[in-house]
């Protein structure tokens, strides 16, 4: 059984800076694809950032390029969602999410192991 941990979240200025972490249980994470997702209260879940097993490619939502920055280190089973220049329309819950190949999705029907969230609140 896969188990994906977020950490990181909170309060920030609108124009701060968040990272966020994602810690993965078990020894195949660095064959999987994994996303970052996020749902505001009345709203359906979007996809943030996505990247390939090895990490040597990503997307990005247009809402969040130049902005967001998605990583990982296999070696420390972690993926990481680098989030600068926030602005109070990123206010969601944000959660991980392994996908069911080593690429890299946008939909969220393609996820099958995911995180318990973490709440990120931009204040103007």
């Known amino acids: 059984q896969v188990q994906l941990v977020e950490s990181g979240g909170g309060l920030v200025e609108a124009g701060g800076s968040l990272r966020l972490s994602c810690a993965a249980s078990?020894?195949?994470?660095?064959?999987?694809?994994m996303g970052w997702f996020r749902q505001a209260p009345g709203k359906e879940r979007e996809f943030v950032a996505g990247?390939?097993?090895?990490?040597?490619?990503?997307i990005s939502a247009d809402s969040v390029k130049g902005r967001f920055t998605i990583s990982r280190d296999n070696a420390k089973n972690t993926v990481y969602l680098q989030m600068n220049s926030l602005k109070p329309e990123d206010t969601a819950v944000y959660y991980c999410?392994?996908?069911?190949?080593?690429?890299?999705?946008?939909?969220?029907?393609?996820?099958?192991?995911w995180g318990q969230g973490t709440q990120v609140t931009v204040s103007s």
């Open positions: 999410a392994r996908s069911t190949s080593r690429g890299v999705l946008t939909d969220p029907n393609w996820y099958n192991y």
């Open positions: 078990g020894r195949t994470f660095s064959s999987y694809g």
């Open positions: 990247i390939i097993w090895s990490g040597g490619n990503t």
